[in-house]
């Protein structure tokens, strides 16, 4: 079936026994159109709503890379509190029944985050997300590609069949070095609309986006329910911990170290921002 084909004919997910398989052998699962055309074109503008807001504007939290043509928007998280769309497709039954047949339990929220990766954008380190993500011991998440994601955007590289254990680290909390040289980085490239759904201890990166269009994606995280609903220790951790460490030359997104972006000044932030369609002043009548 083709991609158009799967868009096309997109139903209520259902993870099959392959779809388990699979999953189970490599780490990660790609699902071809999932959303539908109306979804998808839904997703986009709900997603160029979050990017217009200030940061802590309606408790969404945002940050800010430079690029070659300034600063630009990196990720915004935290999203759901005000958002209704947002809400229902991130916790709404498709997914969390996605997220309990992959983890072979019920699933609950534990964080949610868009990376815009805009043209000039920085890629990620090679990782796992479980360093990143203290309180549980498993989770998964889920991509849902808003742009086409390609190797020359910077799609996500996975490595099959490594998410037995967690691997030795840098002091970045990222793959050591010389570990990630020897592994078999797979590029995945997806379709808008497509769903990336990935086990916490699957390797990944991504390159930088040297394409002339975003590649935008929306990543929501799951753990096991028995473990407890964690988003808000997670949330409150990170903004502790960010508050009390000293800014660095790279944007700082994570408890861990893996996204390259270099760090703007609040001024070339300013002037992105006063740039952008929401912030402009309405014009004279
Ligand atoms: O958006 C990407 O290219 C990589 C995302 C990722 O690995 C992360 O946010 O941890």
């Not at 970045?172 to 070095?177: A, L, M, S, V, Y």
């Amino acid at each position: 079936m083709t991609h158009e084909q799967a868009r096309h004919n997109a139903q209520p997910a259902v993870i099959s026994a392959d779809h388990i398989a699979q999953w189970h052998r490599d780490g990660f699962l790609h699902i071809p159109g999932f959303l539908r055309e109306d979804q998808l074109a839904e997703l986009v503008e709900w997603v160029e709503e979050i990017s217009q807001l200030a940061d802590g504007e309606n408790d969404v939290l945002q940050h800010y890379e430079l690029t070659a043509d300034g600063a630009r928007i990196c990720r915004s998280e935290h999203l759901i509190e005000h958002h209704d769309g947002l809400r229902q497709l991130i916790t709404g039954p498709d997914m969390l029944a996605m997220a309990k047949d992959l983890l072979g339990e019920p699933a609950v929220l534990y964080k949610e985050k868009i990376n815009y990766k805009l043209a000039g954008g920085a890629g990620f380190a090679p990782h796992q997300d479980a360093p990143a993500y203290p309180f549980v011991a498993t989770h998964l998440t889920c991509m849902i590609a808003v742009d086409a994601a390609t190797e020359t955007n910077g799609c996500l590289e996975m490595v099959p069949q490594r998410h037995g254990e967690v691997l030795p680290l840098n002091e970045q909390g990222c793959i050591r070095e010389d570990l990630a040289a020897t592994m078999a980085w797979q590029p995945t490239p997806v379709q808008a609309g497509d769903l990336l759904w990935f086990h916490s201890r699957a390797p990944h990166r991504s390159g930088p986006n040297s394409s002339a269009s975003d590649r935008r994606a929306l990543f929501c995280t799951y753990n096991a329910a028995a473990e407890g609903d964690r988003r808000s220790s997670y949330y409150e951790t990170k903004l502790t911990r960010f508050a009390e460490e000293t800014a660095g030359p790279t944007t700082r997104v994570s408890l861990i170290g893996d996204f390259q972006g270099t760090a703007p000044s609040a001024q070339q932030i300013a002037a992105y921002r006063s740039g952008q369609p929401h912030n402009s002043q309405p014009e004279e009548s």
